[in-house]
């Protein structure tokens, strides 16, 4: 079996996130996916608590029915180098083979990574062409360049996400009253 590892802190996960896992399992030989939101950032940014992160990455992907949410970080303790969590994955499912899925847009920040290229050889990448971050690796059209930072931004002071978030995505982040401005 492939499975594609989709990891991220999905803070939120929105629109560019859904159609990416769509656009995997639909154009490539994958059997399941599995979305893995960041326990701890691993550069440290601030993120909404781990368990609206995963009620929402649930929310944004419950139409897909090959999808599957992943608490592993947070079994493993939420150290958030990839490495880990592949080695993770693989040592639990001994006969998968692991796809990692990474949006053009990160290319440029591999070399920060903690052991890369261990990690292309646990699973080697699917690079999915996100508008606006060309790469020779990116396959496929472009999907739109939505930005997480900038719906916090948008819920912050008040502005429409209409278009940017599953509806259920948005209502949940409304009953919480998440990102809005102190």
């Avoid at 368990?51 to 150290?79: N, P, T, Y």
């Avoid at 080697?124 to 739109?144: D, F, Q, S, T």
Wanted: net charge positive.
């Amino acid at each position: 079996m492939t499975l594609a590892v989709f990891g991220g802190s999905f803070d939120p996960p929105h629109l560019g996130h859904s159609l990416a896992a769509l656009y995997v399992l639909a154009a490539f030989p994958v059997e399941r996916m599995l979305v893995v939101p960041a326990f701890r950032h691993p550069f440290a940014k601030p993120l909404a608590s781990f368990e609206h992160r995963v009620i929402m990455c649930e929310l944004a992907m419950a139409d897909l029915k090959r999808v599957r949410i992943s608490r592993i970080e947070q079994e493993m303790g939420g150290d958030g180098l990839t490495v880990r969590t592949l080695e993770e994955l693989g040592r639990r499912m001994p006969g998968a083979r692991l796809r990692l899925v990474l949006g053009s847009d990160l290319l440029q920040e591999t070399s920060r990574w903690h052991s890369y290229d261990r990690i292309v050889e646990i699973a080697p990448p699917i690079v999915v062409h996100r508008g606006g971050y060309p790469a020779p690796e990116a396959k496929g059209a472009a999907l739109p360049c939505l930005s997480s930072s900038e719906i916090r931004q948008r819920i912050g002071t008040g502005l429409s996400t209409e278009g940017w978030l599953s509806v259920a995505v948005a209502r949940y982040i409304g009953r919480h009253g998440l990102y809005r401005e102190s």
